[in-house]
């Protein structure tokens, strides 16, 4: 692991196209802005864990007739899988889908360097 030292305003750079700036530090925490492309996915962890975790505990706890029934909602029978019917859809359901326009803005939201809150810094030169 890398550790760097940083102050608000610095930045450093991910590859050639992510860009991570500190905006502010407050307390115990700090607050970051991350600009990259759409195509890059920026995830918190311990958010992707919970949602992981809490989908294998209700595969668990699923009924047959629950998975018969979503089977056959989704055009599987005889075996076939339903569509995105593996262990990496169940662990991300978000795997593979854009934001819709006018969603709330959430961890995929970019709107510049600092996201949603428009607390950008002053424009790279």
Do not use: W, Y
Request: net charge negative; hydrophobic share 35%; proline share 9%.
């Amino acid at each position: 692991m890398l550790v760097l030292t940083r102050k608000v305003g610095e930045q450093l750079l991910i590859g050639d196209e992510v860009v991570v700036t500190v905006l502010e530090v407050r307390g115990d925490g700090i607050k970051i802005g991350i600009d990259a492309p759409r195509d890059v996915k920026v995830q918190r962890r311990e958010v992707l864990l919970t949602v992981s975790e809490t989908n294998l505990q209700a595969a668990r706890a699923a009924s047959p007739e629950a998975e018969t029934a979503l089977k056959a909602l989704f055009g599987a029978s005889n075996g076939e899988s339903a569509p995105n019917d593996d262990a990496a859809s169940a662990a991300d359901p978000e795997a593979g889908r854009e934001p819709s326009p006018g969603a709330p803005a959430g961890d995929d939201q970019r709107s510049g360097p600092a996201g949603p809150d428009h607390t950008n810094p002053a424009p790279r030169s």
